[in-house]
Structure formats: structure tokens, C-alpha cells
């Protein structure tokens, strides 16, 4: 077992009303899945990510990581195990547009503090994997959509987590390219084993996974 | 990891070239300012602690009072020294006596030349461990020697060897060169007390006790007869190693009052030590109290200093929490790949660090550039102190403060995004964050505003004494210095042939010159004086044609005329000698001194010659043709400057054959009363400039930040029918406010500051209402220009541009 939320409740009040955003989520999520979560907007898709991926807390419920009680953890702690267990894909990719695509690439391992020659070598194999070496200098504005969000994945897996959350990581692109990151997913999840969550508008991108699940006003259907 | 922040931050700063700009700019100008202000301040506290012994060195100083007041005087009378050397011997390692410093002609064959020198007891090298490069300490034991500075030595004798050459000293004496000194610097000067209201000048001569006691018979008189009641000479200690200045002071303080002859004591002298390192900075005395000097520049500048580099850092702090929501995406990211918040605090000091660097490089450069400029406008001779490792050290520790000063507050700031809010783009820079850089901006034109206000009252006291009526005509007057006897009994012929050159409406003596009091006198009685009252009244021992030359103007009587053989007995006295004395009706009355009865027949309206900023004191001028130091000329109004000159110079030449002319022009010499208040003046003008300078480039980077902010407001406002000036008006009110709220705190801190500094001046100028009100509506007005390049840019674009973008 990865990962377990029992009872999930988040909220948030407005107007005197209280307006649920996660209304008892109940989820339990195996190594080496391929979650698909669907719905339509506003029905909390990126909440449960987010919660998931401990960038965001929850009112109500437990929620259990690799049997860490995530919910009674201090926020250091929680940090420290996103850090190590977690790695995101957004939708508008986020790469830092100071630095080269290598720079990028680089960067979670600085902050996992990883010797220099090693860092070398990790990301000259991820560059050789996804098969941009030609772009490693060339700076983020300087890709296509489906290229930049290549590098977005290669550095959410560049320090080895256990758990890839995407959020619309095929939203800004179009269909070609969208076609070659699930396919790269896929690879990822069926030769290496990584497990994923992902969030997605599109029957077809849910189609890779392996299990789907559809929220409604924050509610499991 | 250190890389990768270089690289961020060197891109960045890149990226943002406008920022970087006025970032790197702002920060330097502030740190610019620092240093200078730095620099300055070393120099003035490092005066005269280049002598070894300067700890251990004092200046004999008296207090006298009469009257209830107690004056502070450097003047002693000839036995004093000896007395302190014999009685008192444990207590000093060296005790010497000089003479007043002054101008006097040296002269080696047929080149004469005026020099400021003195004369000294031997034991003065010695004790100031003198930078001799020729000679030694006992070089002033000779009776003739002289000792010459390097530039005089180069002067007179170019690349010969001076050493034992023979030299003549005011057309009089014969001298002999025993000993070269370095030039002294500036911050270098024993006779720095003395002068307050004039340029201090270089010493190039010292020359031998004895010599000055030969040339001068009412030395020699003082000297034999031991005067104790005849104040001339300055006198030096150093004392001994094991004594404090304080015992020391103590020990002596009733020496002098102890010799005086009965019926002289009432004044009640007390001499006191006066430690070198004061020289400089506390030579202010009132009532017989130090209360201060140059210190209190120091201590005012030393402010502005560190306030103006606050100003820079405020931008820094300013502008980099502007642009937070740039640089938030850029933390969300780093914080979900996996970067803490200390590592993040680190990343943005470490960007603040670079910045401060290169701010501080620049600042140097700035520095290097303004220095020859700035030596000028202060006097001084700073060099860049590029060998001093302790300079680089405090640099080093100035460059960390400000880093953590500018970086602290966005640092911290900006890593507390949260990465969920920052990532989906719904993070606003908060209100917190908006109004500390509300605060931030108010406390720059806080301090922009008071030193504004504070320069426009510098400049109203120094044009209020200006303006003061002066008593006499300064136009075209022309003061000369006798330094050699030659034209002691020669009055009338030189007289004659000045004015038959037709360029000298005028000539008269004096023993004052015009801007100074050379003697003042105790011991006036006259009818219906209290007895217990203590006179000292300002005395001028004048030609008759005194009046004439310099246009006094007379207020009842009438002037001196040869036509009165007993005006050679009169007084004419200035009104406040009326006012002094108490008189009713004082032409005809008698004052009575030591040497007789004198008349009044005259009264004269007030001749400003001593600060402008004090009262003029009581004065009477009699007539006396032995006791003048000084030629006064009237020129010829109209006449060409140059010419007239060199018609004087070839008459001077008669009478003082080969003697260069030593004058100075009144109103110059006028002028530089005011020289401590003029540089302050020109230092504050700068300094509030700059202030205001950097206070508006961070204001014009905050602006254009909040213009950008508002794009899309300005975008929505403008399709419903905004016009631009509304739109101009709703992007500057809130800097208005702001600059308003700045205002109301700067004007009473500014106006209790200038009270005090003004309470310095005993003729002093009002503070109206509309001298800060000026100040405050001139920074807002500089203010609202800035903004609105950005405002009226903001209001004008597009909408369909600035709305596209949703």
C-alpha cells in the first residue's frame, strides 16, 4: 500500500456557509497504479491532488503515506516526505525560465544535496532517456509546449520518487504531443513501475490508466 | 548549489535591466554617499593624531570672567611657562611657549616671500616629534636658526641643500636654515583652534624663541621685567607619563591667578589644559565649558550618512517585495521540488549580497570618480585609502549590513509563498507586504523632507548674516599687512603717494584688521560706572583717516580730524560701547584708562567685525600711529582691478624694497566667516539631493511595478469611460498620501533639529511656517513627476492590449 486517505474532508467558509471542496474521500492507492481522476471543473480534481501531494492540508480525516500518519505530522516533516516520495507535473509546466533546460533538470537534486559528479550523471541518463540532450542549453521559452513539459517530467522523475501527481499535464498541449506524454507515462508505470495520479479532462488520456475515479462536487461517484 | 544561485540571480538581474538599474544605482549612490561621509569623518577625527605623543600633548587654555561670564582665551603672559617648568616640573615632560602664527616675509637674496610660520621654544620638536627630513629635534637651540617646510625649501633653494644657508626674516633679522620638515597635511595643524573664522593655512617655518624675543622689544620687556599681566603667547605641554590631563588641570589651575600683581586678579584666570585630540573637534567654549565644535558636524553628517544609505536599502527592500509575485512562481517551484525555506531565505540573501556588491564596486568608482571634487568642496586632502586593510574591513562589514538590511525583509518575504496558492497563480501580493512598503516610502521622504527643510534654514541663517548691516563699506577695500617695520614714521608719504597714483581714494591705518579684533582692554572707568563692574571693551588704534577709508557711518559727533590737535586723546565709541557703558548723552563725556582722560566726540553705528552670528561687542577707536598692524586702501571705484594692484605694488615697493604685497580684499575676507556654515550648506545641498534622487528612483520603480499590477484594473476602467487624467489621478493619489503623511512627520523632527542647530547663533534667523511648507510641496512635486511618467505610460495603453491577456 502507497498511499490511504480515509475520510477526507476539506472545506472552506464563506459567507457563514461552509462550502466543501473534499467531501469524504475515501481512496487507497497500490504501488505501481495508474489513477486517472476525472471530473468536471470545480468538483475538486486539483484539491485531492494537491492533498495528496501535501502542498495543501484538509480539515478532516487521516490520511496515511507509506504508513506515516501524514495528518499528524509537523509541516517540516510533511515537507520532508513529499520531497523525498513525490514528484509533480503541472499543466503549465513550471520550469523556471532563468535557467537552462539542464539547470532545470538539475535542480531537485541540489536540494536533496547530492555531489556533483553524481547530479552529473543523473541527469546526463535523464537527458539520454527522454531524449533531449541536443536541447540541454537551451532555455524553456525556447521549446515547444510538448518539449517543455517533456523536461517537466524528466525533472519530476530525475530524484527517483514513488509517486508521479500530474495535474493536466497534457492541458496546454495539443494532440500530438498530449499522445506522446501518456504514452510516456505509460512506459513509465508499465517497464519502471512508477506509480501515478492524474488528473484529466479527456476520456482518452484516462484511458491509459489502470483505474479511473470521478469526482462531483468534491464527492467520490 | 552556490552555482546554480549565481546563476539565477546573474539572470535575473540580467532579465530586469531597468530594475537592475535603479536597484544597483540607488543602492550604490546611498553607499557612495557612506563612504564619502565615512571618509570625511575619519579625517576629521584622525586631526592631529599623526604626532606621537598627541595623547600626551594639551594647549594651556584660561578662563576669565568678568561680569558673570566666562570667557575661554589662548593668550598667557611670558612667565607662566617658566613658572609651570620649574614649580611643576614632575607634571610636564616639556613645556613651550609660541608665538602667534603669521604671515611674515622670508626672503634669500632678492626673493621675498610671504610665509605662515611661527616662533617657538626649542623643546617644540621634540614634543610634537616633528617629521623633520633634515636637522634634528634640537635644531631651534641656535639663537638664528629657522626650520623651513619641504615646499618652502623648494621654493627658496629648488634642489640645492638649504641646510646652514643664511636667510633673511621680515627685512630684519638674519636666519639660518637648521632643518627641513615635511609638509604637514591638513589634518595636521597645532594652531587649528585658532582659526574659526578664517582658511587655516599651512605652517612653513618654525623659527627660534630667542629670535622672536630680539626682534620684538615688548617681548624682551615682558621676558625681563616678567610680566604677568601682559597676555601674548600661546602655550604647549605634554604631560608626563604617569599624570592625567585632569590632575594635571586641576593641579594648575590657580598658577596664574597666584602671580598676578594685586588689583589685576579680579577676573580671576583660570588656566586649564586642553587635550591635543580636542583641538580639532570640542574648541568651542562657552562659559568656559567645552560644548563641542566640529564635532557636532561630525556627528550630523555621521546621521545623514547612515540615513542616506537606509534610503538605498529601503529601495532594495521596496522594489524586491514589488516584484514578489514575479519571483513567486519561481519559489513554488523550488519549494515542490524540494527546497526549504532557510535554502530559499539563503538563495534571496545571497541575491542581495550580489547586488550590494557590485552596488559597492560602482560606489567605489563613484568615489574614486567625486573625490578630487569633494576634497575641494570639504578642504581636505582624503585619499582613497586603497592600502589600508582596515578600510577594507570596515567595508566588508558595511557591505554585509547592507546586504542583510536590503535582503532581510524580501527574503524573508518571499519565501513564506506558499506553493500550492503561488503555482495556481491566485497569490496577490498581500496587504501586509502593501503597506510595510507604504511605511518604507514614507520613512524616505521623511528623511528626504527634513533634509530639504534643513538645507532652506542653513541657507536663510547663512543669508540673514549676510544680509546683516556690516557698518562700513567693504567695496573696493583693501587690506594690507605690515610684516616688516619699513614704513613705521612714513604715514604721510606713503599716504601721499598712494593717492597720487589715482587708483587710492584713501588710506588709513589700523591696529585691527577690518574682520578681526586684535586687542581688547580692561580698566575703562568713567562717570556713573557701578564699581564692581568689570570692563573689557574691544579697542582699534586708528589713523585719522580711518573713518574716510572705510565709510563708517556716524550716528551723533563727529569723525577725527587733524584740525582737533586733541583728537589725538579722543574716543569715538560704536554704539554698543554707548549702550555698554550706559551713557545718556556720550559725546563730550570722559573715559578714564591707565594712560589718562579721553573724550568722546564721536559715536559710530556698529562695525561688524567679528562673527556675523554673535552681537557686536563694545569698542573705541582712538588714535594711536604707533600701534597699527595694518594699511587699509580705498580704490578708486571703476578702475581696473589689475592695474590698480600693480600701481599699489610699485608704491609698496618704495617704501619695502623687494617685500611682496600681502593683501586681501575686505569682502573676501569677509566671506570666509561664513566658511563652516558654506560647506555645510553645499554638503547639505548635495546630500539632500541625493536623498531625494534615491527616494524618487525607488519610487519610480515601485510605480512602475504598481502600474503593472493594475494593468487589467486600468484596462476594465478605461473601456467603462475612464479618462486619462482620472486615471492619472487614481495611479498617483496614494503617493500624494503618502508623501503628505511624510510630510507631517518630517516638519516638527526637522524643525526641532534646525532650533537646536540654530540656538549655535546668537544672530539668528526666524523659521517660518512656509520654509518647511516649501520643503514639503517641493519633494511632493519632484514626487509626482516621477510617478507620472509611469502613471500617464499605464493610463494610456490600450485596453484591448492590456485586457488580451486573460
Not at chain 2, 535591466?17 to 544605482?25: A, F, R
Not at chain 2, 589713523?543 to 580730524?561: C, E, I, K, P
Request: charged share 20%; proline share 3%; with cysteine.
Amino acid at each position: 500500500m502507497l498511499l490511504q486517505l480515509k475520510n477526507i474532508f476539506k472545506w472552506v467558509n464563506s459567507g457563514g456557509q461552509r462550502i466543501f471542496l473534499l467531501k469524504d474521500i475515501n481512496l487507497e492507492v497500490a504501488e505501481g497504479e495508474f489513477i486517472s481522476v476525472m471530473g468536471p471543473s470545480g468538483s475538486g480534481k486539483s484539491t485531492l491532488l494537491n492533498v495528496i501531494g501535501m502542498l495543501d492540508t484538509f480539515d478532516e480525516g487521516e490520511y496515511n503515506f507509506l504508513d506515516e500518519s501524514v495528518h499528524t505530522l509537523k509541516e517540516k516533516h510533511r515537507s520532508n516526505l513529499y520531497k523525498e516520495y513525490i514528484g509533480f507535473v503541472f499543466q503549465s509546466y513550471h520550469l523556471l525560465d532563468d535557467l537552462t533546460v539542464q539547470e532545470n533538470l538539475e535542480m531537485p537534486l541540489l536540494y536533496k544535496k547530492f555531489k556533483g559528479s553524481e547530479r552529473k550523471a543523473m541527469v546526463a541518463d535523464m537527458l539520454d532517456r527522454f531524449n533531449i540532450v541536443g536541447k540541454k542549453d537551451l532555455f524553456p521559452a525556447q521549446l515547444s509546449g510538448g518539449q517543455q513539459q517533456l523536461v517537466g517530467v524528466a525533472r519530476a522523475l530525475i530524484a527517483n520518487p514513488k509517486l508521479i501527481l500530474a495535474d493536466e499535464p497534457t492541458g496546454n498541449l495539443n494532440s500530438q504531443q498530449s499522445e506522446e506524454i501518456m504514452e510516456l507515462f505509460k512506459k513509465l508505470n508499465q517497464e519502471e513501475g512508477v506509480t501515478i495520479i492524474q488528473v484529466t479532462h479527456s476520456e482518452k488520456n484516462a484511458a491509459y490508466g489502470s483505474r479511473i475515479i470521478n469526482l462531483l462536487d468534491g464527492r467520490k461517484v | 548549489m552556490f552555482k546554480n544561485y549565481l546563476k539565477i540571480a546573474w539572470r535575473n538581474l540580467f532579465k530586469n535591466k531597468g530594475y537592475t538599474i535603479i536597484n544597483i544605482g540607488g543602492l550604490a549612490l546611498g553607499i557612495a554617499v557612506a563612504l564619502f561621509i565615512g571618509l570625511w569623518v575619519h579625517d576629521e577625527l584622525s586631526f592631529n593624531t599623526n604626532f606621537k605623543n598627541h595623547e600626551r600633548i594639551a594647549q594651556v587654555l584660561m578662563n576669565k570672567t568678568g561680569n558673570g561670564e566666562t570667557r575661554t582665551r589662548y593668550n598667557h603672559p611670558y612667565p607662566l611657562a617658566d613658572e609651570l617648568r620649574s614649580t611643576y616640573g614632575d607634571d610636564f615632560d616639556e613645556v613651550v611657549m609660541s608665538s602667534f602664527p603669521g604671515d611674515n616675509v622670508l626672503s634669500l637674496k632678492d626673493k621675498h616671500l610671504n610665509e605662515y610660520g611661527a616662533f617657538m621654544e626649542k623643546g617644540f620638536l621634540r614634543m610634537f616629534s616633528f617629521p623633520m627630513l633634515k636637522g634634528n629635534h634640537n635644531a631651534l637651540s641656535n639663537p638664528n636658526a629657522i626650520i623651513i617646510s619641504e615646499s618652502t625649501a623648494k621654493a627658496f633653494f629648488g634642489d640645492e641643500d638649504p641646510m646652514e644657508k643664511t636667510m633673511q626674516l621680515n627685512n630684519d633679522a638674519v636666519v639660518t636654515v637648521k632643518g627641513v620638515f615635511k609638509n604637514l597635511p591638513k589634518n595636521a595643524n597645532i594652531f587649528d583652534a585658532l582659526s574659526a573664522f578664517s582658511e587655516p593655512k599651512a605652517l612653513q617655518f618654525v623659527a627660534s624663541w630667542e629670535l622672536y624675543v630680539t626682534m620684538n622689544d615688548w617681548v624682551k620687556t615682558a621676558r625681563d621685567q616678567k610680566l604677568w599681566d601682559n597676555n601674548s603667547y600661546l602655550l604647549y605641554a605634554q604631560i608626563a607619563d604617569n599624570s592625567s590631563m585632569q590632575s594635571v588641570s586641576d593641579k594648575i589651575k590657580n598658577v596664574l591667578y597666584q602671580h598676578l600683581p594685586e588689583g589685576t586678579k579680579r577676573s580671576n584666570p583660570q588656566i586649564f589644559l586642553h587635550a591635543m585630540e580636542d583641538w580639532h573637534l570640542r574648541s568651542t567654549f562657552q562659559n568656559g565649558q567645552s560644548v563641542g565644535g566640529t564635532i557636532q558636524y561630525v556627528r550630523m553628517f555621521g546621521i545623514i550618512g547612515i540615513f542616506v544609505l537606509l534610503l538605498a536599502c529601503i529601495n532594495f527592500m521596496n522594489l524586491s517585495t514589488a516584484r514578489a509575485q514575479k519571483r513567486a512562481k519561481e519559489v513554488g517551484i523550488r519549494k515542490t521540488v524540494g527546497s526549504r525555506r532557510n535554502q530559499l531565505v539563503g538563495q534571496f540573501m545571497f541575491e542581495s549580497l550580489l547586488v550590494t556588491l557590485c552596488a559597492f564596486i560602482l560606489a567605489c568608482g563613484l568615489v574614486l570618480l567625486f573625490l578630487p571634487f569633494f576634497n575641494q568642496l570639504a578642504n581636505k586632502q582624503i585619499l582613497f585609502p586603497f592600502v589600508n586593510p582596515i578600510f577594507w574591513i570596515i567595508c566588508a562589514g558595511l557591505i554585509l549590513v547592507t546586504s542583510l538590511l536590503a535582503g532581510s525583509y524580501p527574503a524573508v518575504y518571499l519565501s513564506s509563498f506558499r506553493p500550492v496558492k503561488v503555482l495556481k497563480g491566485t497569490i496577490r501580493t498581500g496587504r501586509s507586504a502593501t503597506s510595510f512598503r507604504k511605511v518604507l516610502v514614507v520613512v524616505q521622504f521623511t528623511v528626504s523632507i527634513i533634509l530639504v527643510a534643513g538645507t532652506v534654514v542653513v541657507n536663510r541663517q547663512i543669508q540673514h548674516s549676510k544680509d546683516r548691516p556690516v557698518g562700513y563699506d567693504k567695496n573696493g577695500l583693501v587690506m594690507v599687512e605690515k610684516t616688516t617695520e619699513d614704513y613705521q614714521g612714513k604715514y604721510n608719504a606713503l599716504r601721499d603717494a598712494l593717492k597720487e597714483t589715482g587708483v587710492v581714494q584713501e588710506m588709513a591705518e589700523s591696529s585691527s584688521p577690518l574682520t578681526e579684533v586684535w586687542n581688547s582692554n580692561a580698566g575703562y572707568e568713567w562717570e556713573g560706572k557701578d564699581p564692581d563692574f568689570v570692563t573689557n571693551i574691544v579697542a582699534f588704534y586708528v589713523s585719522h583717516d580711518y573713518g574716510n577709508t572705510v565709510d563708517w557711518d556716524l550716528a551723533q559727533g563727529r569723525d577725527f580730524s587733524r584740525d582737533f590737535a586733541s583728537d589725538s586723546t579722543s574716543y569715538i565709541l560704536n554704539e554698543a560701547a554707548v549702550k555698554y557703558m550706559g551713557l545718556e548723552n556720550p559725546i563730550g563725556k570722559k573715559i578714564r584708562w591707565y594712560d589718562g582722560q579721553h573724550e568722546v566726540i564721536g559715536v559710530v553705528k556698529n562695525l561688524l567685525t567679528e562673527s556675523p552670528f554673535e552681537p557686536i561687542k563694545p569698542a573705541i577707536y582712538s588714535i594711536n600711529y604707533n600701534q597699527t598692524n595694518w594699511i587699509n586702501l580705498k580704490l578708486v571705484y571703476g578702475k581696473s582691478l589689475a592695474a590698480s594692484l600693480g600701481q599699489i605694488e610699485t608704491v609698496f615697493g618704495k617704501f619695502s624694497p623687494g617685500v611682496p604685497l600681502n593683501y586681501q580684499f575686505v569682502d573676501a575676507a569677509f566671506e570666509k566667516k561664513f566658511k563652516t556654515e558654506e560647506r555645510m550648506r553645499k554638503l547639505s545641498e548635495i546630500f539632500s539631493i541625493l536623498a531625494i534622487f534615491i527616494s524618487c528612483l525607488g519610487l519610480f520603480g515601485l510605480a512602475t511595478f504598481m502600474a503593472e499590477q493594475r494593468t487589467k484594473e486600468i484596462g476594465i476602467r478605461k473601456v467603462l469611460g475612464a479618462s486619462v487624467p482620472s486615471l492619472f489621478q487614481l495611479l498617483s493619489k496614494e503617493f500624494v498620501v503618502l508623501i503628505i503623511v511624510s510630510g507631517l512627520i518630517a516638519v516638527p523632527v526637522a524643525y526641532h533639529f534646525m532650533k537646536q542647530w540654530l540656538e549655535n547663533y546668537t544672530y539668528r534667523t526666524s523659521m517660518p511656517w512656509w520654509v518647511f511648507g516649501t520643503a514639503v510641496i517641493g519633494v511632493l512635486l519632484v514626487a509626482i513627476l516621477t510617478v507620472s511618467y509611469q502613471a500617464i505610460k499605464a493610463a494610456k495603453v490600450n485596453p484591448i492590449k492590456s485586457l488580451r491577456t486573460e
